[in-house]
């Protein structure tokens, strides 16, 4: 059985206690992880305190920090492989995404390694004559970063890239089902030449340690990836240490198909966007909204493709479909799908977990037309399950599309260039895709709109989001400043 420790101002211990880490694939015991207490996160937001007013980080130029970035990104190419399988066999994510998605993480770290010594303060042209005025952007502080356990390596990249370009100190918290990448990327980290303390690894549960970390007194900031409950709790923490927040959480997004789409083109994106990685995606188009034209066609090549995904073991190149985290997921995708299921939905495939060991889940379509309010539509399922509505015109397109309390993620699937404008103009949410499906790219940044969260990761503003402001006045008259209390 693998052991894994946290880091904590530049050592490795094994912390307070210790929990045992499942294989989805398996069900089965593979791994002993650290569980952080209050003293481990008092310990590891101490570190980040020092870290940042230490000289050795303090006053490191912003090209030197480029510099270690850029060493950072080059030793995560180097390991990729290796991080690759640990989050394979922790989360269950099948290892040819793992292996891209981990390869590219290398990127990210690259942009905001570049990105360090171009976050620039402003001259005000000030309206006395006698002063110059100028902005500096300094780092906020010491930096909470708490991330889920689905592409964390990716979802910490856009937390500790642009948080460590502006100077700030991390205080990671991986999430307690499947830390093994992270507390692994730890290792890779230590390599890199980064002052002790600069980045803190830890993992917990929510009440002894991510609640404590993020009410924590210390901390500047939380930068936090999950669903709307846990973002709740820490908004309500923040009103202890007054943190600002970003809070990326979860979609129900919309996926919409015109009569005068690309069949072909959109029935693969659809089925990349709903059952890659398992479904267990925060910008998941689970939301499948299509003209009832060309409805019945789709649906046909819809399940077809559905039916014929290779479900196996996720350390299998062959695999396109591998098991859900964990049992919990599992069952609350049974759940939800009896109760839309009596709600009037109709199940077209899937729908019933697949025996044998490990949390496996086949691809799972419902057609809703028949039932508008079904528990499908409104809950995020984080598996591989969609959800199908159609409409008659655009207007009832995209009243279907809004009818959701998030906004993370879009797509709109049209030959029509003035409709996909119109739909750009009136889609609630942060990311809007037309005619493809799950692009990234460190240089555009993510996000969305209510029950999805708010704040920016990935590109500029994500960096500048890790600064604050300090305004500079400077007198330049030679002349004494005249006494205030005599009259002129």
Not at 233 to 248: C, D, G, P, Y
Request: hydrophobic residues 45%; aromatic residues 8%; glycine residues 8%.
């Amino acid at each position: 059985m693998q052991q894994f420790q946290q880091y904590i101002g530049g050592r490795f211990d094994a912390g307070t206690a210790q929990f045992d880490s499942l294989d989805p694939a398996t069900g089965q015991v593979w791994a002993r992880m650290p569980e952080a207490r209050e003293a481990d996160v008092t310990r590891a937001v101490q570190a980040a305190e020092d870290a940042f007013f230490a000289p050795d980080w303090a006053d490191m130029t912003a090209t030197q920090r480029g510099k270690l970035l850029m060493r950072l990104a080059d030793l995560v190419a180097e390991n990729a492989q290796r991080l690759a399988a640990l989050e394979t066999r922790d989360t269950g994510k099948i290892i040819r995404e793992t292996s891209a998605q981990i390869a590219y993480v290398a990127d990210y770290y690259r942009y905001y390694a570049g990105l360090a010594d171009k976050i620039e303060g402003a001259h005000l042209p000030i309206d006395k004559p006698d002063m110059e005025v100028w902005l500096r952007r300094e780092p906020l502080g010491v930096v909470a970063a708490v991330v889920p356990w689905n592409s964390q390596l990716f979802l910490s990249a856009v937390k500790i890239g642009p948080a460590l370009a502006a100077g700030c100190t991390v205080v990671l918290k991986a999430s307690e089902e499947a830390p093994a990448p992270m507390l692994e990327f730890a290792r890779i980290f230590d390599q890199a030449g980064f002052p002790p303390g600069v980045l803190n690894v830890i993992t917990g549960f929510g009440a002894s340690c991510g609640s404590v970390l993020t009410a924590h007194p210390r901390v500047a900031h939380v930068a936090f990836t999950g669903g709307p409950a846990t973002a709740r709790h820490i908004v309500r923490n923040s009103a202890e240490n007054l943190a600002s927040t970003s809070l990326e959480l979860g979609g129900k997004s919309p996926f919409i198909v015109f009569e005068d789409a690309d069949l072909e083109s959109a029935v693969n994106a659809q089925i990349s966007g709903i059952f890659a990685a398992t479904g267990q995606s925060c910008v998941a188009g689970s939301r499948l909204i299509i003209a009832n034209k060309i409805k019945d066609e789709f649906l046909a090549r819809l399940k077809e493709k559905a039916e014929a995904v290779v479900i196996g073991a996720p350390d299998d190149m062959a695999t396109e479909v591998g098991p859900l985290c964990t049992e919990a997921q599992r069952s609350h995708a049974l759940s939800l799908i009896a109760s839309s299921v009596e709600q009037g939905a109709k199940l077209i495939t899937g729908g019933t977990a697949l025996p044998g060991e490990g949390y496996y889940f086949p691809p799972t379509i419902l057609d809703c037309t028949a039932a508008p309010e079904a528990a499908c539509l409104r809950q995020e399922f984080f598996g591989p399950v969609l959800s199908v509505l159609s409409f008659d015109s655009e207007e009832e397109a995209l009243a279907l599309a809004n009818d959701t309390a998030f906004g993370l993620a879009s797509g709109v699937f049209t030959q029509n260039l003035t409709r996909a404008h119109r739909m750009i103009r009136r889609l609630r949410a942060g990311i809007v895709w037309v005619n493809t499906y799950r692009a990234v790219s460190p240089i555009a940044p993510f996000g969305g709109h209510g029950l999805s969260g708010h704040g920016r990761e990935g590109g500029l503003q994500a960096a500048l989001d890790y600064t604050k402001v300090k305004a500079v006045w400077l007198r330049t008259s030679d002349d004494p400043i005249p006494d205030p209390f005599v009259m002129r």
